[in-house]
């Protein structure tokens, strides 16, 4: 619809000519011969980004779900919402959807939780806050609460934005647009919008047409032609998602038209409203009840087929994956350094990272960390990780630390004397050492057993999936080998 | 009272009639008869503003003049710049320029000043923060500076930008748009943007439609058949304007095809630099000079009609007009209670008004003030304004104070005991009483012997056009007549 | 302890001698001859002030309830937590005891709620972002919350903190300071904390000795020779609070050792984390709970006297009451206007109030009021209150809008074509009218029967002790009488 | 004065003494045996910062010097003031003094300049909004202006604060510090202002008692009993300054009792008011005019002896120098880690850095760097630096790019295909590389020729001192050898 123009005069005398050049050269791309480090490119964007009318700034509102409601992220999320969890060494699990928001042009957003939202809330309130202000612009958490009219906890996703819903009233766009907000990718959501908006759809959810069926609980939908949602159905042989359509779901091989749903959904303000109040009032859950519910009432529901890197982290080993996949400098598939799509998070003012000697491959440095003599190797270090002498980290990711503390440091009055890092000597593999951690000296994280699933909160570790997670601020004294 | 238009395209091919029917459905208010697919309506949704592709707040750099070079509005700019007097009870001269900006998307702003560029500095760098960061943005203040390459001040519009074009083009913008910042008006500059691009014109210059002539000072120019812009002109038997390019302005009746410019440009990124670095590389004005110029030079330079409210407040009069303007409740020439059309200025935290007795007619007053017993007609009161019992204020602009003042509280260590504020049982009358002042006890402002010019600094006071104007923390002592 | 002391040189030869003078005249006070409008001093108030060692901001941290456990202040917490009810014109409930905070060098304040804590949320996550930050400050609301380990909401204030404890422990203060958020005080809580550092107390609780068993519903304590606190008691014959430690709570008369407790504690750190944990891990209040338990215990209670105004908001009279108060210039009990002790609240950047016509006594206008031809008495107007023509206003506190809004704007869907704001000729008298309201034109809410409670929430209005509260949003037809 | 301490509660029975250990835990420090990796150490700090009274932020306003008059840094100031020359990775030269103020309590900080001063401006209105904005703070800029009483430039640091005395007077503080703005160091200006009031002086200049006599250059005052001031002078046979009080100031060797002047003064209010306007108003600069004027005045002018590291930054080789000093881990001079006084710059939300395969020695990588196969060794790496594969950095400062920006990325209109960063198979040792320079592949800048001085603007660099200077945004051809 909008069509990304600059004019470019073709005056006939001889200073227009000229200029010509100049805007020709302006608005052309050229695409032959990238070398191997180009991903900083941001190619495959236009020039500038899409523009939608009306503006998305002012007529869609963001609904992110800072819980995933069967998120397996435990025990990251002992203290955190999914959306809190660090990842990437600089960020937070929320801070991908949010940055699609505000580079999609969507700067009202509400962020909905109630598991642990004190750590989401701390970092909503503080990360975006310069990016959004613009035109009545904000990132917004809404806690789960009491009221005089309802004691009770969400109830699940559609009960959370039902309960929400005159909060969510107050300015007056014409779209919701639902995110879960424990992905990871890069979309722009106005052309989304668009496409909703061009086929007059009440209802249009996001697929993945790359990802398919890789993971056996995703549920899947059909769609037919001209891009309409038929039905949802499970992957591969699964029973059907339990709802109170079950009669319209089933099971199914998979086959060309069938496609993960993202869990991304694009809903008219007013058939948002209708749905949740008057047609499914009862309904806690989006994905089970309500948008099967709304293709059982002939509205129109609609596809909008994405195929770009997306990872949704669910589990701990979908977790450790895209931490993995973002050390990769060559085929990133998730380009943290795109100036025309930035990520952004909560502001810093650390100091550099300083290093004695240090041979690094692949990895990713987070800001402010103090690395001794030692190696590094496939690894992600958070903020201010501290790596003592001789210690080695592979394959692994270390989220760093909140304070920089002194060895003798004592004002957090904790009873051990191991300082908050990686000490001396250790040797860290396949591995995810929550914040805060105090890993002692010589220490053997390599998983030496290779357990599949094992470890205990008492014992400050648990193994999942064959990778050992070292909890927020646990203590692993010296010479111990996990 | 204020319009709210999207243009309603009426293309003949294919894609645009979809279009069209997609805007007709989004900005019509059908409310009758919806089916049941779509009783989605949007049908109490408003228009939205206009969207420029590629987006304003990408393509498009602004660049405020904070000084006006010929400005007549001393004493108010004894210690200020022209964008910082302030005006209407809470906002400053600048406000209504940047919002401008703003609520047209465009988030690049730079404002260029050097006299007293304190005061404009102080508020630039904490008024806008909160609206503009959005995408990048930022309102920027660039004082006139020494370099290594040149110690000279600016030596007019055209010289500062010129010295400032290594800032400008870090980014890459398409256009920028140059504006003075001492005028009162309303503007989406996406509107002027858009025609200067579907004209594919270098430069495109705003005229008022509605102010022809006014003020003899004013600079005309004549607009040909397809807006071009013929020439630089001046009013009504008035001599030309001094400038290299005299030869083509001639002295002209006012015609039909005559109107004031505005002063507001839109010039092609690689058109102003070709401009101020190789065609007119000594010039330092754009309005004498530059623009004139480009004309000779035959380049594409178009008029864009405006025939909205406009005030340049180029002189105490204007200034006190303009002032006057805003406390018109029906008729508001210049509506500064538009939710669609906000003003930005610093952000308050100040109490609310207190009132002990008032009796208050066609009268803005502004954040903070404490009003005793006592009359308020047809005038301004700014932040912080303290009327003592039995004043009355009537026909005047009255600033208010930067501070609270306690009566006794003696921190400023000043030689008076006059408090700042209007004291008990004086009057004043058509007169503009800058911040901080102290006007005792019994004072009459009322300028009994109707001098049109008068005053001096020494005593505290000027009177311009039958205006009298008491100085920024002027004391008038007690019993005084004036 | 601290001794405000300026360097007085007294030096022997003539520079020195006149720099004296300035040096003595800079830090003393002329307190004679105030006059009666001299209510925006701070006389009261130390020339700087006080300062602690450790300094506040490193060594205290305040947790402030949103939520009061009692409130009866039904329907204004209808949509929101008590803190976050409007107050004054442009204040919020919990601005007052956040600003004590921050005027008191305290910059770690956590809030905690659960009861419609998005209300809240939004507030503080806007509110004082610019005031707190310095040296690691701020102000963080904790919403209740589910984690792994406790499923249930806040069961009372000690169970709260306990349930917080992990978050509060996070930086190395020495004590926490407990607050109720829905008081209207002003008192440097500096103080406080100095007279418990040299007390070497446990625990001290603020009284008020001011304010003595006005309510019999205030817990009251009986405090000691050198200020410790005996036990607590109920006022005048009625029944003790209920407790474990009911044995120690006798019901006496009224009598000079006794003192409303003001529900304000310093806690040592490590002391709150024993009886927290260790002491009494059940139980849920710290006033009917805890606190009595520690003195049963032995620990050092003391008692802290405070003299000044103190408001507990904690039912509809004593709100209304607090608002009345501050409409009163002359002996004004809570200063609004002390530039030593300025009120914080959302920074704001709305348009000055506009008055066509309007006879005002002994009120208060917030920010951005439009004003016709009316009368407003003894009345509180909050910001972008509208008041139609010949509309009078009395005894009442009306709570304003959230946004403007044109007559013929139905951008908000609703189905009502009265505006928001007052209409035309409507007569109100001791009233609570909340926000976003819409009065329509020739409505009388006076209360024409005198009743005492009344009214419903599907009327759109409660009565309660006589005063009429109209609800958020109300809409009330042109000429009803109520 | 200030006598830190927490509270020991000595109680005898059960609980207490339970308690009391936990005290004395936490007031207590452990000093024994600490490590070589503990440089976060911040075991040479009190528990608590000193505390001022009054406290600083209300008694005390800095005035920073943003360019220096004698600078020999160019060509890092071609565009930059000093203050905004980047330093240690993440920081501007004024980080340091402006952090030093912050973490000393001082919240009112004005930074005058004249040269480049846009550079300093974007920088100062975005870096520190968030930590001084409490209780009424701020860092604002003060560019030289125009007035109507004065059309000219600062004359030097005298003229420049006697120009902003109108400014600066605006809060009632007690005394003025005057800093120069590019020094590193670190010193908590409360003591300083201690020593001030606790000897009634008049001014108090500090001076290094660490540093004697290192250049040459710097002003020496020679110090008498009881720390006051005597007399300025030269260091070992150089001639005396040149001033009005020539005859009081004598060439003297270096004794015991001299010291270099640090060019910070801490001057009375009232003092420097009276030196500025009534006994020196023709005096242009305080170190060779106003402050030797003082001493000869009479006045009592006092010595503060810091013996910390301070490093003036006043050439090319002293801000080499200090680079290379903060890439030392063990004995660093400077921590930049240190957790209760913190640098504070602007805030970033940059992505962590990524590495391919590096070999890092005593380095510092600033934030999101992209480096390729390489050797970085006793090097400082700024933010976004990017190094291509098989590139060597030895004994350099790389000062980092501002933007992101890909090999393809034509957006800049550059002429050249050589991308900002260093290119593979370049060697680059003791160099200097300014921001977005374009380094191509297999340029050698190792000073071939051993100059002492040399190259151009022309040609991109500049030897001083036989450090190679590549110039902001320079381009070297690949292939190039220096």
Redesign the interface.
Known sequence: ???????????S?N??S??TC??R??SS???SN??S??F????HQP???A?????AS??VAAIVFGDASHSRL?PL???RSDGAIPI???YRLIDGVVSNC?NS?I?KIYAL??????SL??H???AY???????E??V?????????DD?D?FQGTADAVRR?L??LE?Y?V?EFLLLPGHHLYKMDYQKLIEAH??N?A?VTLAVSSSMRCRDPSYVNVRVGKENQVVEFIKCQGKPPIHSKLEESIMVIDDAHDTFPSMGIYVI????MI?LLREYFPKSNHFRSDVIPGAIAL???VQAYKFDGYWEDMRSIESFYHANMES?K?TDMPYN????DF???????????????????????????C?L?NCRIKNS?LGMRTRV??KAIIEDSVVMGS????????????TATSIPIGIGEGSHIRKAIVDKNSRIGKNVMIVNKDNVEEGGSEAKGYIITAGIVVILKGAVIEDGTVL
Not at 40 to 43: F, M, T, V
Not at 268 to 271: G, K
Request: charged letters at 20%; hydrophobic letters at 35%; glycine letters at 6%.
């Open positions: 619809m909008v069509v990304l123009q600059l004019s470019h005069p073709t005056g005398f200073i227009r000229k200029l100049f805007h050269k302006f791309k050229v695409s990238v070398p480090t180009s900083i490119s941001s190619s020039d500038y980004p523009s939608l009318s009306p503006p002012q007529s435990y999320t002992k203290r990437a060494g600089n505000i042009n700067t939780t109630q598991k642990n939202s004190t809330n701390s909503i309130s503080r806050s310069g990016a959004c202000l613009a035109n612009g904000f917004e958490m809404i806690a789960a609460y009491q009221s005089a004691k906890w929400c005159w909060v107050e007056p014409a908006r061009d007059n009440d008219n303000r007013v058939v209708k002939g509205l129109k050390t400098m943290f350094y795109d100036r930035p990520l952004y998070t909560l502001p810093r003012h650390l100091p550099p990272s300083i290093i004695t000697d240090a041979a690094i491959k692949n990895s990713i440095i987070g800001d402010g103090i001794s992600i003592g002498d909140d304070i920089y503390q002194s060895v003798t440091d004592d004002r957090e009055g």
